[in-house]
Nanobody
Framework: QLQLVESGGGLVQPGGSLRLSCAAS????????LGWFRQAPGKEREGVSC????????KYGGSAMGRVTVSRDDAKNRVYLQMNNLKPEDTAVYYC???????????????????WGQGTQVTVSS
């Protein structure tokens, strides 16, 4: 069973940066897309970014677009989300998700993912 564990969340001041990491284990295929999602209190879970298995397809969504960068290191089975110029409205629980799909596939639709991590809290506040 594919398992995902996020880390790197925390409290940061407005304008600061964080790098989230997600470690995947229990993989049964080399072709899997990874996504980052976030959910703020009282709001729906929204797609932040995704990256295809070969890294050739990347998408961003939501209000964090332009301030986040996704990357993956398949040698370590990890995906990263670099977040810069953080704002209070970025406060949310951030989730990593995975789906076994063709090497070119990438989606920020949460319905496309079968495997989810437990989430890591990001709080942006002064």
């Amino acid at each position: 069973q594919l398992q995902l564990v996020e880390s790197g969340g925390g409290l940061v001041q407005p304008g600061g940066s964080l790098r989230l990491s997600c470690a995947a284990s229990g993989l049964t295929s080399e072709t899997y897309a990874l996504g980052w999602f976030r959910q703020a209190p009282g709001k729906e879970r929204e797609g932040v970014s995704c990256i295809s298995s070969n890294g050739g397809s990347i998408k961003y969504g939501g209000s964090a677009m332009g301030r986040v960068t996704v990357s993956r290191d398949d040698a370590k089975n990890r995906v990263y989300l670099q977040m810069n110029n953080l704002k209070p409205e970025d406060t949310a629980v951030y989730y990593c998700a995975a789906t076994y799909k063709p090497y070119y596939y990438c989606s920020i639709d949460r319905g496309e993912y079968e495997y989810w991590g437990q989430g890591t809290q990001v709080t942006v506040s002064s």
